[in-house]
């Protein structure tokens, strides 16, 4: 609610990890437990100043903060995944964008483009999940319209391709995982 983030330890017991301040929608995160750290996807509630925070899990301390916007203009943040090396990729529901975010040299980059990652809607339902394959030569993204799962060879991005899937349609995906 309104920008917070709450921890919940093993007992059961709720503490303010992040206190609310209403200036971000917090939407998707993942715990970097090897490292201790917390990544955040934060889109400013008018939609500008889209960000991913990165959180000191011990302390609760904003280690590191990614512009997107100083990646790709009006840059967004829908979910992320974390390599075995900490690097993050992140999606972009309104724009046709992956991004690659790397902890150890504080930099972010556009790490690919295609057509297939339009957003045919209009209303930033584009990339949405994203997963890296147990191997680490692939992401695999979830798109929501057309619903669909689409392959990104690593480390280059160099390959997109729609993942071939058989039986009933594949309802609109959100999050996934392997």
């Known amino acids: 609610q309104g920008g917070s983030i709450v921890r919940i330890d093993a007992g059961g017991t709720e503490s303010d990890f992040r206190a609310a301040d209403n200036r971000a929608r917090l939407v998707g995160a993942k715990v970097d437990a090897d490292r201790r750290r917390l990544w955040v996807c934060a889109q400013g509630v008018d939609d500008t100043d889209n960000r991913v925070w990165v959180y000191d899990l011990n302390t609760a301390q904003l280690e590191l903060e990614f512009l997107l916007g100083a990646l790709a203009t009006n840059g967004s943040c829908n979910d992320l995944a974390l ?57 695999i993204v979830a798109k929501f319209a057309p619903a669909s799962l689409l392959r990104v ?23 996934i995982v392997f």
């Open 83 to 139: 390599d075995s090396n900490g690097v993050a990729y992140v999606t972009d529901p309104e724009n046709p964008f992956l991004y690659r975010l790397d902890p150890a040299t504080e930099t972010g980059s556009v790490l690919a483009t295609d057509p297939l990652f339009n957003d045919i809607t209009g209303a930033g339902l584009g990339l949405n999940g994203i997963a890296v394959t147990p191997d680490e030569s692939a992401l």
């Open 153 to 175: 060879d690593l480390p280059a991005a160099d390959s997109v391709a729609v993942v071939a899937l058989s039986g009933a349609a594949l309802p609109s995906p959100d999050g």
